[in-house]
């Protein structure tokens, strides 16, 4: 079993930045394709960023693109999601997945952490 535990929301203003982080509990080489996932109050959850297993092809969502970064450090079986230039629509709880697969993109993931939550105020 896959356990993801994200961490680094928070409150930021707009136009700041935040890092957050996706530790899974098994060497991420075991699981391929990971990304970030996003659900805002009232809205469904959406697709945000992916990253493959080597972190060779990452794929954005429009919203992000320019100003969110994935990247994946292997050797600490943690990934990563840089956001600069945030903005107030950006809140949100960001959810980390991970698959066995080698790609999914915006598909289906098998594994989901709990998520942390994001706040940009304006």
């Known amino acids: 079993q896959v356990q993801l535990v994200e961490s680094g929301g928070g409150l930021v203003q707009a136009g700041g930045s935040l890092r957050l982080s996706c530790a899974a509990s098994v060497g991420t080489l075991r699981i391929h394709a990971m990304g970030w996932f996003r659900q805002a109050p009232g809205k469904e959850r959406e697709f945000v960023a992916a990253?493959?297993?080597?972190?060779?092809?990452?794929f954005y969502a429009d919203s992000g693109k320019g100003r969110f970064t994935i990247s994946r450090d292997n050797t600490k079986n943690t990934m990563y999601l840089l956001m600069d230039s945030l903005k107030p629509e950006d809140t949100a709880v960001y959810y980390c997945?991970?698959?066995?697969?080698?790609?999914?993109?915006?598909?289906?993931?098998?594994?989901w952490g709990q998520g942390t939550q994001v706040t940009v105020s304006s």
């Open positions: 997945v991970a698959d066995r697969a080698l790609w999914v993109g915006v598909g289906e993931y098998e594994y």
């Open positions: 990253i493959d297993r080597r972190g060779g092809s990452t």
